[in-house]
């Protein structure tokens, strides 16, 4: 099972910075986004994505459903997730990407070879344009795809 888990705890150091900077820009909770590899709520998964700290990277996490809303992606195969890892491990951090939420005037586009945390989330997911999308935006995504599989008879 694949699973989107969007971050709303917040960080130490400048972590915590710039979690409160995103989550002011984007005008949200959300600050950081993983593709989750197992069910979070069962114990540590394998998360997939990019940090400014790490890179692009899989990494095994336990994920704080008090710091974490975890949001199943029924529809997406876990094997995306793992091409998507092969194909641009140790590849950058892309502040410049990140920024332009900032400062929407800029024109933004993909780097070929940097990825921010919801660029390379939306990626896995299928997403045409990924560096258009925030955290927020996948949350909003993914929880209308969950909602619309609870249709009333």
């Given at each position: 099972?694949?699973?989107?888990?969007?971050?709303?705890?917040?960080?130490?150091?400048?972590?915590?910075?710039?979690?409160a900077?995103?989550?002011?820009?984007?005008?949200?909770?959300?600050?950081?986004?993983?593709?989750?590899?197992?069910?979070p709520?069962?114990?540590?998964?394998?998360?997939?994505?990019?940090?400014?700290?790490?890179?692009?990277?899989?990494?095994?996490?336990?994920?704080?459903?008090?710091?974490?809303?975890?949001?199943?992606?029924?529809?997406?195969?876990?094997?995306?997730?793992?091409?998507?890892?092969?194909?641009?491990?140790?590849?950058?951090?892309?502040?410049?990407g990140?920024f332009?939420?900032?400062?929407?005037?800029?024109?933004?586009?993909?780097?070929?070879?940097?990825?921010?945390?919801?660029?390379?989330?939306?990626?896995?997911?299928?997403?045409?344009?990924?560096?258009?999308?925030?955290?927020?935006?996948?949350?909003?995504?993914?929880?209308?795809?969950?909602?619309?599989?609870?249709?009333?008879v």
């Amino acid at each position: 099972m694949i699973y989107l888990a969007t971050y709303y705890g917040s960080s130490r150091g400048i972590a915590r910075l710039t979690g409160a900077a995103i989550r002011w820009v984007t005008r949200s909770r959300w600050s950081h986004c993983e593709i989750a590899l197992g069910n979070p709520l069962e114990g540590p998964v394998t998360c997939i994505s990019s940090s400014a700290l790490d890179w692009v990277r899989a990494k095994t996490m336990q994920l704080d459903p008090s710091r974490w809303a975890i949001i199943p992606l029924d529809d997406i195969s876990g094997a995306n997730a793992l091409v998507a890892l092969q194909a641009y491990k140790g590849e950058g951090y892309d502040w410049l990407g990140a920024f332009r939420f900032a400062v929407p005037l800029l024109v933004r586009q993909q780097h070929p070879r940097r990825w921010f945390c919801s660029e390379l989330c939306a990626l896995i997911m299928g997403l045409q344009d990924p560096w258009r999308f925030s955290p927020a935006d996948l949350f909003v995504i993914a929880k209308r795809i969950e909602d619309s599989k609870w249709v009333q008879v």
